[in-house]
């Protein structure tokens, strides 16, 4: 290993490695969650289908949060994958 000057080396702070949540979810989902849900509620006028349904894809994202933060980046290339083992 190579001698490292000092002072050379900073502590880095979590806050700065993680996704912005908003809702426990990504901030651009829960942008596009909130604005299909005001679409359907206002635009349609359909607030009894529009509520449950942004409360399901907000939960559902924010589980998938809990387990991977950058699961909306993540998730586009796992699908772009072929399947070598399939059980």
């Known amino acids: 290993m190579t001698d490292i000057p000092e002072n050379y080396v900073i502590p880095l702070r979590a806050s700065l490695t993680r996704p912005i949540l908003m809702g426990g979810v990504p901030r651009a989902f829960a942008i596009l969650n909130a604005t299909l849900g ?15 349904l942004w409360m399901i894809a907000q939960g559902a994202a924010a589980w998938a949060a809990t387990r991977d933060p ?11 994958k072929p399947v070598y083992l399939d059980a």
């Open 38 to 52: 005001a679409a359907i509620g206002f635009g349609l006028q359909q607030p009894l289908i529009a509520l449950p």
């Open 70 to 80: 950058w699961f909306l980046e993540t998730w586009p290339r796992h699908l772009a």
